[in-house]
């Protein structure tokens, strides 16, 4: 049955997101990387090239049977390093959760969204909310 949903995932994927570079890990409930039988999660990592900081992938996550659970930009193709956009998605795939990160924390604008998709707040995070928290101005 599980390699029935693996291969109905497969072809969910669009043909031309394979012309570039994608790859796809299996995961277990803890978001660690397990062969494809073990897996409850699947992440397809994109390469989108370089910019200014480096190499740049997409990472989409999945459920096992193909459920589309966020979206976002990462700096490494094994380790989350969050650089730019972040989505995460309800049952219905429509955004339950937006915002920007940058260094791996949380920057600029976000927003939050009800079930049924309309907007329920949006809050921003400081520009300087990427620095460390014990990273203070003049400390040597």
């Known amino acids: 049955m599980r390699s029935l949903l693996l291969l109905a995932f497969a072809g969910m994927l669009p043909v031309c997101a394979f012309s570039q570079d994608t790859t796809i890990l299996f995961m277990n409930k803890y978001w660690n990387e397990v062969p494809a039988g073990q897996a409850t999660h699947m992440r397809r990592v994109i390469s989108k090239g370089a910019d200014s900081a480096g190499q740049l992938y997409e990472i989409q996550e999945y459920t096992i049977s193909g459920q589309l ?23 219905k795939q429509q955004p339950s959760k937006t915002g920007v990160y940058t260094k791996s924390k949380p920057s600029g604008q976000w927003t939050d969204y009800y079930y049924n998709g309309q907007m329920k707040m949006q809050y921003s995070f400081a520009a300087d909310a990427a620095a460390e928290p014990w990273q203070t101005e003049g400390y040597a």
């Open 69 to 91: 659970l966020g979206r976002m930009l990462s700096g490494s193709k094994t380790k989350l390093l969050l650089n730019g956009y972040r989505t995460w998605y309800n049952n």
